[in-house]
C-alpha cells in the first residue's frame, strides 16, 4: 500500500465525516492492518488482545474499500471485505463485533434493558431510550436536537403521531422529519432536555451490567427501529426518509411539499402505517 494512495484516501475520507480524530485514527488503522484485504487472514483479528479496537479496525477496513470502489468504479473489494468476514467470532463485552453482523437487538432484550434503566432513576436516560426506539434517530445528538425542536414547537400532529420538523443539513447526514407517537411528546415537553452525558452514560453502564447486555449501544436502538418497521410493512424509502438516510435532492424534487403541512395525504398514510408499527411498543416503553 503506497503512501500517495493511503493520503488520496484520506482527503477522500476528511470529505465525509467531520471530526479529525475520526480521520486520523481511520487511516492509521488502514495503514497497520490493510494488509489483510490482500490475505485470507482475516482471523487475525481474533489474536489482538484489545477486543475494543476490532470494530473500528474493521470500519477503517469497510471505509477504505468504499474508496478503492469508487476510486476503480467496482464492488469487487466491498464483496471481498464481507467474504472475509465471515471468519470472525462473535467476541462479548465491550468491544463486540455484533454491529457488524447486521443483527439487530431483540425485543426482549430490550424490555430488560428498559426495566433496568428505570431501575437506576435518572429520567433523562430512560427518554433518550425511548426517543432513539420510537424515532429511529442517531443517539444521543440527533435524540436531543429532536427534543429541542419538540420545545420550539416545530411540530404538529397527524393520526395521534407527532411529526417533528427536525431539517438538518450535514455532508453525511441528512435528517428532516422524525415521527413519534403522542404519548412520547408528552412526556418528552414536560422534561427540559435529556440531562448531562455522563449522567446518561452512568445510566446506561448500570443497566448494561444489570442485564448482562454489556455491548447494548444506544446505536442499536436505531437498528432495531429499521428492522421493526420493514417487519411490519412499511416500505424500504419511507424508513430510509425517517432515518435520515434519503438525499438532499431526492428528498426536496419527492416529498419536500409533503413533510410541510397537516393535510399532506403521504404525511397522513405514514403516519397511520408507523402508528399501526408501533402499537406493539407503546404499552412496554411508555408506561
Known sequence: MSDDLLERFRLWYSRRVLGRNTVRYTVKYVREFGWLLNSDKMTFLNTLADDSRRPYILDALSNYCKFLDNLFNTNVFSEKLKFLKKGLKRSKGKGTLERFTGLAPRLNDLELFYNALCEYDYDAAVDLFRTALFSGCRPPGEARLIVRRIHENKYFIVNNTAVIQVWKYTRVKNLYISL???????ILKRRKGLGK????QKAWNYAREKTGLRSLRPYDLR??????????GIPREDVE???GRLPLKKVLEEHYLDLKTPDSPYLKSLSMKYRAAMETLIPKFLR
Open 180 to 186: 413519534i407517537p403522542v404519548e412520547l411528546l408528552n
Open 241 to 243: 426518509l425517517l432515518q
Open 197 to 200: 452525558k455522563y449522567e446518561v
Open 223 to 232: 437498528d432495531f427501529y429499521a428492522t421493526w418497521m420493514r417487519a411490519h
